[in-house]
């Protein structure tokens, strides 16, 4: 049998999401009506041998419990989540809870970063693992990234008939390759050999630490990089191997990339789930009973909306349950979250802008809110999502998306361009390029 390990992070990532992961975890942000990490879930289902998944990550319990049940019930196998007791890295967690990723004694497992989208092609991958068997202790799912993107994520150089990797760089500081590491693995059981001798290595230089300097260094003696202290010493070894892949990848890093993955997995439904997207079409009357509304696609509707036949959704929409949508609103290249109402014909537009409508938001008539795009360059080939910080040099709010946290009141007839909200505010005035506090 296979099994599954999600790296799912805690609370202390994800600072780049705030305000949308302020009250809900990130991993559970829905993105084309689901959370992002259900979409892994999926994509594990559909590996045949794969009989168990493990989530590992040190949100509490109870923001998981939920989630977790959820799953069980909706699929056919088991899931489950391990915390970990404090921050481990992202190898640590896995060395930590080895028993349990054992148990059962499964021919290899995958592991998956929670913050990255993809069209995972696991089966691929496990296959072009199984080539290796008799040595490969890890395969990569790479892909290519552009030359200067390329220096912000893992960079590997790897044969390319027998897939092997000679040299590995996590974020190098000078240009080494355009491919890069997705985030998507397949490993050998065998791997936590190799991980109990980093973790007594560092176990040793804890103990030296602490009688030489009177302390540690703040971490975890069992804190484990996985990409740093495990694929960097591995390349070269002919223990490390890559599989690159076409398909649409994507970090999840901000709420500009919330929007871009959002695009591609309503894309994906056309061939995974069709029977998520609405008809699309022109509804020319109340009583046309084939469509919602008018329909531009791609649209996800949940079941529990509220959508008034006049408006027009799409494409790249989705609405979270039990959303209130009046007459002749345009909502385009959006999310909108639970329980917000949007107002008569009020926009929410792409013309130039992203916007995302945070839980129980309520938008007057007549406003209008608007984000500014942060799409890959379509004219260069394989780039990739571009994630600013929030403020330029100058010290200026970067244009972005605009993000409307849970709860936020704006009245008729305002406008709102490239702005964060936070959450419980009631705006009084339009607003351009700020953050509200």
């Known amino acids: ?42 994509a594990c289902l559909r590996v045949a041998e794969l009989k168990e998944i493990l989530l590992i990550g040190y949100y509490p319990q109870i923001q998981m419990e939920k989630f977790i049940s959820e799953m069980q019930n909706l699929y056919n196998i088991n899931i489950r989540y391990l915390q970990e007791f404090t921050p481990l890295g992202t190898a640590g967690g896995m060395y930590h809870f080895r028993d349990q990723i054992r148990s059962g004694n499964p021919r290899a497992y995958f592991v998956l970063n929670g913050d990255v989208c993809a069209d995972f092609p696991l089966q691929s991958l496990y296959a072009f693992h199984m080539r290796h068997v008799g040595t490969a202790l890890v395969t990569i799912m790479s892909t290519e990234a552009t030359r200067q993107q390329s220096l912000y994520y893992g960079c590997l150089v790897f044969d390319r008939n027998s897939g092997a990797v000679s040299h590995y760089v ?11 590491n997705c985030g998507v ?6 791997i936590f050999a190799h991980l109990a001798e980093i973790f007594y290595s560092k176990a040793q230089e804890y103990i030296y630490s602490s009688v030489s300097n009177g302390g540690s260094n703040g971490k975890d003696q069992g804190h484990i990089q996985w990409e740093q202290e495990v694929l960097t010493p591995l390349a070269g070894t002919n223990k490390l191997y890559a599989m690159p892949v076409p398909n649409w990848w994507s970090q999840l890093k901000t709420a500009g990339s919330a929007i871009y993955a959002n695009r591609h997995y309503l894309e994906l439904y056309k061939n995974t789930h069709p029977e998520r997207l609405a008809n699309a079409g022109i509804k020319r009357s109340e009583n046309d009973s084939n469509l919602i509304c008018t329909i531009h696609p791609d649209v996800y509707i949940h079941p529990s909306a509220t959508i008034h036949y006049s408006a027009t959704l799409g494409p790249n929409v989705s609405i979270g349950p039990g959303v209130t949508i009046g007459p002749g609103v345009r909502i385009r290249e959006s999310i909108i979250l639970e329980n917000a109402v949007i107002k008569d014909h009020t926009l929410v537009l792409h013309s130039i802008e992203l916007p995302i409508v945070g839980r129980g938001s309520n938008i ?5 809110v608007e984000g500014t795009p942060s799409d890959p360059d379509p004219n260069k080939p394989f780039a990739k999502m571009e994630n600013p910080p929030l403020f330029n040099k100058e010290g200026k709010l970067n244009p972005s998306i605009t993000i409307l946290g849970c709860f936020v009141q704006v009245p008729s007839e305002k406008i709102l361009l490239n702005s964060i909200v ?14 509200i506090l």
């Open 170 to 180: 996590e974020k190098p500081s000078s240009y080494v390759s355009t491919y890069i």
């Open 422 to 435: 936070l959450p419980h505010k009631e705006l009084t005035r339009n607003f351009k390029n700020e953050i």
């Open 185 to 190: 693995y397949v490993c050998s059981t065998d």
């Open 1 to 42: 049998m296979l099994k599954a390990v999600i790296l799912v992070g805690g609370p202390q990532k994800g600072t780049r999401f705030r305000p949308l992961s302020l009250d809900t975890p990130k991993p559970l942000f829905p993105v084309a009506g689901r959370p992002i990490i259900q979409h892994h879930v999926e």
């Open 364 to 368: 007057g008539q007549w406003s209008r």
